[in-house]
C-alpha cells in the first residue's frame, strides 16, 4: 500500500510537472525602459565635441531582470558612450535601496553610441553635459525598479545569428614598418606614403547573440542582444543630432516584429578595433538594418531551454597597474599623421591617474548562458579568448560595464602601436589588461561549478 506522502508526491509531479521539482529555479523575468535623452545644445561626444541641434531617434536606459529563487540579476543597456564608476555606483546605490537587487548582480552597459554625449572623465571637475549628467543615476535606476515591478513567470530562448558584413577590423598593418594604420587615417591610401599593406592584424567576431524571454502564454517580454560592433553609422557628423545608432535600429526592429511590449536590451561586445567599414554614412538605418535582420532571425530560431533556470553572479574589483604614459614616445603619434600636442591633453590625464586602480569585472549566468563583463574597449581577441575559455556552452562577453576604463589592446597590438595604444585613450597596461580577462574567467568558472556546470550542458 502506498503511503500517503508518497502518493501526494506522486500527485505533485503529475499535476504540476517539473515545475514542483524545480522550486527555486523557476524562472521570472521583467523588461522596462526610459527615455534619457538629452537636450538640445549638450555637447555631443567625440571629435571637436559639437553641441547638438536635435534628436534623430531617442536615447534609452533599456532594462531586464531575471529571478530564479532568491537570485536576481539586473542589466540594463544605456544609449551612451561610456558610464563612469562614480554614475554606476550612484545608480547601483539607488537600486538597491529600491528593491532586493544586491549590488553584485546589477550590470550597467553603455551600447558605445557615439552619437550620444559628451561624458567627461574628470567627474565632478567637469562642467560640460553636467546637469544632464547628473540626472542619469535616477534615470538608469528607474528603469531597473520598474523592470523588478514587471517580474513574471518567463520561459527563455537563445538564439544566434553569424553576421559577416557590416563590420570590420580597423587595423591594417603596413609593410614599410610592421606597425598598424587605423583605416580612418587620410595617409593609408597615399601611395607615397604607404605602398603596401599587409591586411589587417586580426580578426572580427561574427556573433550576434539574442537571448529572448517569453510569457506562458508564448508572447516575447523582452531580449538580451549581444553583438561586436562600434555603433557609430549615424551621420552624426552631418546633423549633430541623437540617434542610438544600430542598436537603437534593432531594439526598434525588435518591437515591430514581436510587439511594442518586447524590450531589447543591447550590450556591446569586445569591440575596442571593430567598426562598421563606413561610419557617419547617410544610409545608416540601411546599414544597421542588416544587424536588426540578423537579431530577428536570431529570435525566431532561438532554442528554448528546458528545465530549471539557475541565475547567479559574480562581481570582484581588481586592482590593475596603470599604462606608463610617462614613457611614450612622441613618434607614436606623428607616424599617425597627428601632431603630438593634440595628444598632450590625453596624456597628461593618463600621468595623473593612480599608478594602480581598481576596475569592476563580472560575470553572471542566466542557465546555460553566460555574461562575462569588461570595464574597457576590449580589443576582439580578449573577448573571443574569454569565451574560447569559459566553461559555459554559450558565452557573451559585456564591454564598458559599471566603469570606463579606456582601450584594452592585446599584447601584439601594443607591439604595432597605433590610436588605440596611445596614452590618455589607453589607461591600463597589458598585464593589468590580461589579470581583468583572466579574472572573468575565473568568476565564469565559479558560477559553473557551483552546480556542475559543463561545456554540454544546456539548451536542448
Not at 92 to 120: A, F, K, M, Y
Not at 152 to 179: C, F, W, Y
Not at 326 to 350: C, D, H, M, Y
Not at 388 to 395: A, D, G, I, L, W
Amino acid at each position: 500500500m502506498r503511503s500517503p506522502s508518497k502518493t501526494l508526491l506522486l500527485t505533485c509531479l503529475l499535476t504540476f510537472g517539473w515545475k514542483c521539482r524545480a522550486g527555486d529555479n523557476d524562472l521570472n523575468a521583467g523588461f522596462a525602459k526610459v527615455e534619457i535623452t538629452p537636450p538640445v545644445g549638450a555637447i555631443i561626444t567625440g571629435p571637436m565635441g559639437p553641441k547638438s541641434t536635435g534628436t534623430d531617434d531617442p536615447l534609452w536606459a533599456r532594462a531586464m531582470v531575471v529571478q530564479s529563487g532568491s537570485k536576481k540579476l539586473a542589466l540594463v543597456g544605456i544609449d551612451l558612450v561610456k558610464i563612469r564608476l562614480d554614475l554606476s555606483d550612484k545608480t547601483i546605490e539607488l537600486v538597491t535601496q529600491q528593491t532586493d537587487i544586491t549590488r553584485d548582480g546589477i550590470l550597467i552597459c553603455p551600447s558605445h553610441n557615439h552619437s550620444s554625449p559628451l561624458i567627461p572623465m574628470d567627474g565632478d571637475k567637469a562642467t560640460a553635459n553636467k546637469a544632464y549628467i547628473d540626472t542619469l543615476p535616477k534615470l538608469i535606476s528607474d528603469a531597473i525598479v520598474q523592470a523588478n515591478k514587471a517580474l513574471q513567470p518567463a520561459r527563455m530562448s537563445v538564439g544566434r545569428s553569424i553576421v559577416l558584413e557590416g563590420h570590420i577590423n580597423r587595423r591594417l598593418i603596413t609593410k614599410t614598418d610592421g606597425l598598424v594604420l587605423n583605416t580612418w587615417l587620410k595617409k593609408v591610401n597615399d601611395l607615397k606614403e604607404v605602398p603596401q599593406l599587409l591586411g589587417t592584424e586580426s580578426v572580427i567576431d561574427p556573433e550576434l547573440w539574442l537571448v529572448r524571454f517569453d510569457s506562458h502564454e508564448g508572447k516575447m517580454l523582452g531580449s538580451l542582444v549581444n553583438f561586436t560592433c562600434h555603433p557609430c553609422l549615424h551621420d552624426r557628423i552631418e546633423t549633430h543630432n541623437w540617434s542610438a545608432d544600430f542598436p537603437g535600429v534593432i531594439a526598434d526592429t525588435l518591437a515591430k516584429e514581436f510587439g511594442g511590449q518586447a524590450i531589447g536590451v543591447f550590450t556591446q561586445g569586445a569591440s575596442g578595433n571593430i567598426q562598421p567599414p563606413v561610419c557617419w554614412a547617410p544610409d545608416w538605418k540601411e546599414r544597421a538594418g542588416v544587424f536588426a535582420k540578423a537579431a530577428v532571425e536570431a529570435a525566431k530560431s532561438a532554442m528554448p531551454v528546458k528545465g530549471p533556470v539557475p541565475v547567479d553572479y559574480r562581481r570582484r574589483d581588481v586592482e590593475v597597474p596603470r599604462c606608463n604614459a610617462e614613457a611614450q614616445n612622441p613618434l607614436k603619434i606623428t607616424r599617425l599623421g597627428w601632431r603630438p600636442e593634440s595628444f598632450e591633453g590625453a596624456k597628461r590625464t593618463a600621468e595623473s591617474m593612480p599608478k594602480m586602480r581598481k576596475v569592476p569585472v563580472s560575470a553572471a549566468r542566466i542557465g546555460p548562458f553566460a555574461i562575462a563583463t569588461n570595464a574597457g574597449e576590449l580589443f576582439v581577441e580578449w573577448g573571443i579568448e574569454v569565451k574560447k575559455r569559459s566553461p559555459f556552452r554559450h558565452t557573451i562577453l559585456t564591454e564598458l560595464t559599471n566603469e570606463a576604463a579606456g582601450y584594452e589592446p592585446t599584447r601584439l597590438a601594443f607591439e604595432h602601436e597605433g590610436y588605440e595604444t596611445l596614452a590618455g585613450v589607453n589607461f591600463i597596461a597589458v598585464d593589468g589588461i590580461q589579470r581583468l580577462v583572466d579574472t572573468a574567467v575565473e568568476l565564469l568558472e565559479e558560477l559553473a561549478k557551483k552546480d556542475g556546470e559543463t561545456k554540454q550542458s544546456g539548451t536542448r
